[in-house]
């Protein structure tokens, strides 16, 4: 029996492997309708995660595979983030559909400057993104955002409004202390002070808000993982093995409190002479890609060890806004799709749908 028009279409939108879900377009339930008409064929594919420029590839690429099949298609791609699950007994915030947090159970691996090109990317493809700096003792997103110096007001006297720098919402302890003042702060204080600035900032609605994690699996992770509704995390860490180690104890810290790992970024993965162009692996190779098949998650991607980067974070300025062309923007862009591609696939939060239920003594 030959195939209906209908099952045959269906087959060339299950033969594409969307390279941000990494799996079909059908299996990610991303086909959302199939109409024919007078005029054709219309084909509706439904993105869960922002895309920017990458819905006009996906539409120019199944239309010309679609074409082979049947004539006069059209295919439309749009785009509808929603609320994710989180941990047990907690729910999405407010207006905050999902909350990511970045983390790396070892410091010095870059992964505040991924924060912060993950939060931009994220706003560049057309997301309503925050970042809240949850590094208590060594907040740096104000110095990475250019709003170093500068203090949120509060309108209503209760809440503070987040600053806003290239489009994305911000809240720091590093905005309410001198850049030089030691936090000497035991642990209730540092996870009082998180609760602060993640429940009384008067964020608006928001796709996402990415958290900094400071490094370590102590108190400020234990409060997140305990209090706040995250969706998902990124982990970050380098290719050599020491790196990996602590990698892992974060990775395995958010799976046991059921928090869904999105995937790993390897950062620093390698470097490029700016004379020859010649790569060389400093830390090793292979450490992330590896990571990922252990734990059964995703390598989102690497990025390489470049001046530019840290340049252009120190500056105030990161590369996703200073070289929005460029190709390291591009590689936090896939990254930030990849990790936004992975949470779509995860279970949807469907608490908001349903009324409160109040029960009163008459």
């Known amino acids: 029996m030959s195939e209906t028009p209908r099952e045959a279409i269906e087959a060339v939108l299950a033969g594409y492997t969307d390279p941000y879900l990494g799996v079909d377009l059908v299996a990610a339930g991303a086909v959302r309708d199939i109409k024919s008409g007078d ?24 239309a010309q595979r679609l074409n082979e099949v049947a004539a006069d ?34 410091g010095g691996v870059g992964k505040s400057t ?25 907040p740096s997103q104000p110095r990475m955002l250019g709003l170093r110096g500068q203090q949120p007001v509060s309108k209503d006297g209760k809440s503070l409004e987040p600053l806003v720098a290239h489009g994305v919402e911000c809240m720091s302890i590093g905005f309410l202390i001198d850049e030089e003042q030691p936090m000497v702060w035991r642990g209730p204080m540092v ?64 799976q046991k409190v059921d928090v869904t790992v999105l995937g790993i970024v390897e950062n620093m993965s390698f470097y490029v002479c700016p004379e020859c162009g010649h790569e060389e692996t400093i830390f090793g190779s292979g450490g992330g ?16 060890l470049d001046r530019k980067i840290r340049e252009q974070a120190d500056s105030g300025r990161p590369t996703v806004v200073a070289e929005p062309g460029s190709r390291n923007t591009e590689r936090y862009r896939d990254i930030a799709r990849s990790a936004a591609a992975q949470l779509s696939l995860s279970g949807k939060d469907y608490s908001r749908l349903f009324p409160k239920i109040v029960v009163e003594d008459t």
């Open 39 to 62: 005029d054709g064929v219309e084909v509706v594919i439904e993105l869960g995660f922002p895309n920017g420029s990458y819905a006009d590839e996906l539409r120019q690429e199944l």
């Open 73 to 106: 298609i059209r295919v439309t791609v749009e785009t509808r983030i929603e609320s994710h699950t989180v941990q047990r007994n907690l729910k999405p915030m407010g207006e905050i559909r999902n909350i990511i947090a970045v983390s790396c159970a070892k």
């Open 114 to 138: 991924t924060a912060v090109n993950l939060a931009l990317a994220l706003a560049a493809d057309g997301a309503r993104t925050g970042l809240l700096d949850a590094d208590i003792y060594g």
């Open 191 to 254: 996870t009082k002070a998180l609760q602060q600035l993640i429940g009384d900032t008067h964020w608006g609605e928001l796709d996402y808000l990415i958290i900094d994690l400071p490094p370590g699996t102590g108190d400020i992770q234990l409060t997140l993982s305990q209090r706040v509704p995250v969706s998902g995390a990124v982990i970050v860490t380098t290719p050599q093995e020491i790196a990996l180690l602590d990698a892992r104890k974060g990775l395995k810290m958010f």
């Open 289 to 304: 890609e590896r990571m990922a098949q252990d734990y059964d998650t995703r390598l989102l991607g690497r990025l390489p």
